[in-house]
């Protein structure tokens, strides 16, 4: 693929001969971190009914809540966030996140009203979206060159561990916070007010991390730091690269921060319930496929050379097409799940490698904000997903919402696997 290509194999991070004990510390010291604050998007994604009952608003704004708070406004305003990261500590920026995340979970649960509670988890999605760039703009200057998409498949892994536990424990959580907040509010608001209290031991953990220097390239040089000139350079390739990405993107989002809530209509499933099964799906799926990807890359590398990634992502959203299908038409609970799971393996199998594609493309010097704006531009077709999703169920398919998601995620996973292939078809 064209946006990969023209940055020399290897080139970021070549400065790093050998692993220490400091670097793999940090390393899976933000994996877990970036776990613990993305499991709030699934504790949430479960907590959905409650909320919508406590607020009395309708699919298409919890629709809104799942796409442009908890994605595109917070993708958005991460942009400056890690602009500050390429000019200054990284270490710094990403103790200040993790103070910020804190307190926002907190206004979140106390929050009187819908705007409020909007804004709350609009906010403490900027310091989810704002983490993940700065954190693969370390790896490079953290990771051996010959471990790195290890380091990348890892940290993703943790990420990924850490959103399934947000789905699988969302009922322990609530029973846990029940317990322990003598509090007279609902149990939903405790949940979030318990899961605030771990970014304390984040935060001391935090301290006694590394801040690696960035190892300045050829690239950097090159582009003399511009990210207006980057972006003028490689204009094409990136484009194109976003409209696979971003296709994808819409199909996942349709479905994941909706189908707790689908699921539970559709089936009258207890919560849960659906929550421990999303859970292990969302786990297994989204750590199994790593991998997988890597064996794929590896081996489609061989013969296709950078190709063969668009390949994958393409490949993957061709196979995830039937799976929606299949999902709007199942009869019960258990086949749902089964093609959800597929439809996640398939589609997480897809954006696996995107991480080490933008590192191979950015200079040290711009790698935060490459990141961060990629992120944005995703985010903006994240936040379609949903919206989109919501509204069909509102005005066309009378709260069918299963149905709604399917019918959101099929013209997307064609679009995507339709540029893929022409990104194929540029090498």
Same mark, same amino acid.
């Given at each position: 693929?064209?946006?990969?290509?023209?940055?020399?194999?290897?080139?970021?991070?070549? &400065?790093?001969?050998?692993?220490?004990?400091?670097?793999?510390?940090?390393?899976?010291?933000?994996?877990?971190?970036?776990?613990?604050? /993305?499991?709030?998007?699934?504790?949430?994604?479960?907590?959905?009914?409650?909320?919508?009952?406590?607020?009395?608003?309708?699919?298409?704004?919890?629709?809104?809540?799942?796409?442009?708070?908890?994605?595109?406004?917070?993708?958005?305003?991460?942009?400056?966030?890690?602009?500050?990261?390429?000019?200054?500590?990284?270490?710094?920026?990403?103790?200040?996140?993790?103070?910020?995340?804190?307190?926002?979970?907190?206004?979140?649960?106390?929050?009187?009203?819908?705007?409020?509670?909007?804004?709350?988890?609009?906010?403490?999605?900027?310091?989810?979206?704002?983490?993940?760039?700065?954190?693969?703009?370390?790896?490079?200057?953290?990771?051996?060159?010959?471990?790195?998409?290890?380091?990348? @498949?890892?940290?993703?892994?943790?990420?990924?561990?850490?959103?399934?536990?947000?789905?699988?424990?969302?009922?322990?959580?609530?029973?846990?916070?029940?317990?322990?907040?003598?509090?007279?509010?609902?149990?939903?608001?405790?949940?979030?007010?318990?899961?605030?209290?771990?970014?304390?031991?984040?935060?001391?953990?935090?301290?006694?991390?590394?801040?690696?220097?960035?190892?300045?390239?050829?690239?950097?040089?090159?582009?003399?730091?511009?990210?207006?000139?980057?972006?003028?350079?490689?204009?094409?390739?990136?484009?194109?690269?976003?409209?696979?990405?971003? &296709?994808? /993107?819409?199909?996942?989002?349709?479905?994941?921060?909706?189908?707790?809530?689908?699921?539970?209509?559709?089936?009258?499933?207890?919560?849960?319930?659906?929550?421990?099964?999303?859970?292990?799906?969302?786990?297994?799926?989204?750590?199994?496929?790593?991998?997988?990807?890597?064996?794929?890359?590896?081996?489609?590398?061989?013969?296709?050379?950078?190709?063969?990634?668009?390949?994958?992502?393409?490949?993957?959203?061709?196979?995830?097409?039937?799976?929606?299908? @299949?999902?709007?038409?199942?009869?019960?609970?258990?086949?749902?799940?089964?093609?959800?799971?597929?439809?996640?393996?398939?589609?997480?199998?897809?954006?696996?490698?995107?991480?080490?594609?933008?590192?191979?493309?950015?200079?040290? &010097?711009?790698?935060?904000?490459?990141?961060?704006?990629?992120?944005?531009?995703? &985010?903006?077709?994240?936040?379609?997903?949903?919206?989109?999703?919501?509204?069909?169920?509102?005005?066309?398919?009378?709260?069918?919402?299963?149905?709604?998601?399917?019918?959101?995620?099929?013209?997307?996973?064609?679009?995507?696997?339709?540029?893929?292939?022409?990104?194929?078809?540029?090498?």
């Amino acid at each position: 693929m064209a946006i990969v290509s023209a940055a020399p194999e290897g080139a970021s991070g070549a &400065s790093i001969k050998a692993w220490t004990l400091p670097a793999l510390f940090t390393v899976a010291f933000l994996g877990v971190t970036a776990g613990v604050q /993305m499991s709030d998007r699934g504790l949430q994604a479960i907590l959905l009914g409650p909320i919508q009952t406590s607020f009395g608003v309708s699919d298409a704004t919890i629709g809104a809540l799942q796409g442009l708070a908890g994605v595109l406004v917070g993708a958005a305003l991460a942009v400056p966030v890690a602009r500050l990261a390429d000019r200054f500590s990284r270490k710094l920026v990403l103790l200040g996140l993790i103070v910020a995340w804190t307190a926002l979970m907190i206004v979140s649960a106390i929050a009187p009203d819908f705007p409020l509670f909007f804004v709350g988890r609009a906010a403490s999605g900027v310091t989810e979206f704002a983490m993940i760039p700065i954190v693969y703009s370390m790896i490079p200057d953290l990771a051996p060159e010959r471990h790195r998409v290890a380091a990348n @498949l890892t940290f993703a892994a943790l990420m990924a561990a850490g959103a399934s536990a947000g789905f699988y424990y969302g009922g322990a959580i609530v029973d846990a916070a029940v317990a322990t907040i003598p509090l007279s509010v609902e149990p939903w608001r405790k949940a979030m007010l318990l899961l605030s209290a771990g970014g304390v031991p984040l935060f001391l953990l935090g301290l006694l991390t590394v801040d690696p220097p960035r190892h300045i390239v050829a690239a950097d040089v090159e582009t003399g730091g511009s990210l207006a000139l980057f972006l003028r350079e490689r204009w094409q390739a990136v484009g194109l690269f976003v409209g696979v990405a971003g &296709s994808l /993107m819409i199909a996942v989002q349709a479905l994941n921060p909706l189908i707790a809530l689908a699921l539970q209509r559709r089936f009258g499933a207890d919560m849960g319930v659906i929550g421990h099964a999303l859970g292990i799906v969302t786990l297994v799926t989204s750590i199994g496929c790593l991998p997988v990807a890597g064996w794929l890359d590896r081996v489609l590398r061989r013969r296709f050379g950078f190709a063969a990634r668009p390949m994958i992502m393409g490949a993957g959203a061709v196979g995830a097409i039937p799976c929606a299908i @299949l999902l709007a038409v199942a009869g019960d609970v258990d086949r749902a799940l089964i093609w959800v799971a597929a439809f996640l393996f398939l589609t997480c199998t897809a954006n696996a490698l995107v991480p080490t594609m933008l590192q191979d493309l950015t200079p040290a &010097s711009l790698r935060a904000r490459s990141f961060a704006i990629w992120s944005f531009v995703v &985010s903006v077709f994240c936040a379609i997903g949903p919206l989109i999703a919501g509204a069909l169920s509102d005005q066309v398919l009378e709260g069918a919402l299963l149905s709604a998601i399917a019918v959101t995620a099929v013209p997307a996973l064609v679009l995507s696997a339709l540029c893929a292939a022409r990104s194929v078809g540029r090498d």
